[in-house]
């Protein structure tokens, strides 16, 4: 339970789309993400953490490949905190999103996520009772994790929609933008180093 509600990049991702977008947009970046832990789940029931722990270099590949999207999140969000006609907001309602580019920016963050796939490839395997058939006992637990993780990244959704409006203006806006990116950027800092 500690793991799903300690803030990470996914719910950074989540808040920020749907203050951007409405409760919509947070819920199908919740949505992505949650794929994206469920494609772990799978890749560990059927032994590609095996495969990871035989061949290291296919995780030192996804770390850099996760610090590198970070990087470009936190980036995006110092961009639109600075340039002052992108930042503001129609106060008439949060902009009109594609639901699949707020599906695939979830589904990124999490695939893309060091700290997930750490997590679904080294510690989820451990909890399985070694009398436990291994593939049913990690997709059982992968449930329980998408179920919590899912449960709390649509409050994010509902909550970055009820901010939206206090948002909506050009500052608040821009110091939200500024201090998410700040702080996807050190989560790729952290994880890269």
Do not use: K
């Not at 990124?108 to 997930?116: E, Q």
């Amino acid at each position: 339970m500690p793991l799903v509600l300690s803030p990470g990049a996914t719910t950074a991702v989540v808040l920020r789309n749907s203050i951007a977008g409405g409760a919509r947009a947070g819920l199908f970046t919740a949505l992505g993400a949650n794929a994206g832990s469920f494609c772990y789940g799978l890749l560990t029931a059927f032994g590609f953490a095996a495969a990871v722990q035989r061949w290291p270099s296919v995780w030192i590949v996804l770390r850099w490949a996760g610090v590198a999207y970070l990087t470009w999140l936190g980036l995006q969000s110092l961009r639109r905190g600075w340039d002052p006609p992108r930042a503001a907001v129609v106060a008439s309602g949060p902009a009109d999103r594609g639901f699949l580019e707020d599906l695939l920016s979830g589904f990124l963050t999490n695939v893309l996520n060091p700290a997930l796939m750490a997590f679904y490839l080294v510690v989820l395997p451990q909890f399985i009772p070694r009398d436990e058939p291994f593939a049913r006992g990690a997709l059982v637990l992968t449930a329980i994790h998408i179920s919590l993780a899912f449960t709390w990244h649509v409050a994010w959704a509902f909550a970055g929609a009820r901010l939206a409006m206090a948002l909506s203006r050009r500052r608040p806006r821009q110091a939200l933008e500024l201090l998410t990116g700040l702080a996807l950027l050190l989560l790729a800092g952290a994880v890269a180093f």
